[in-house]
């Protein structure tokens, strides 16, 4: 996922070492705007987001694009915020910043 600029993530069971699907009550939220002082769009697996009704264990998955800011929320749980890191590039390519300039 490298190439989009996204990142794969799903839930996992540490206890058992194995992935697992969304587990009941838990949503993932983003911001959606940067500027938004609280979180407002709740992310869907690939799967939900195809209109897959039964999804076999351990196989739920989400795409985050990178350096997005999210939150992770239970009822009855504090939540727990964290962040999708950014990456360099392993493709040579080198983002500059766009200037102007006038010439008299």
């Not at 996204?6 to 992935?19: A, K």
């Amino acid at each position: 996922m490298e190439q989009y600029g996204l990142y794969c993530l799903d839930f996992f069971n540490v206890d058992e070492r194995i992935p697992v699907n969304t587990p009941n009550g838990y949503m993932i939220l983003s911001y959606f705007h940067p500027d938004a002082s609280t979180f407002s769009r709740k992310l869907v697996s690939w799967e939900t987001a195809a209109g897959v009704d039964r999804i076999s264990p351990g196989r739920e998955k989400y795409s985050i694009t990178k350096g997005l800011q999210l939150m992770l929320s239970h009822p009855g749980k504090m939540p727990f915020y964290f962040e999708i890191p950014h990456r360099h590039s392993v493709h040579g390519v080198v983002f500059v910043q766009p200037q102007t300039s006038v010439s008299c």
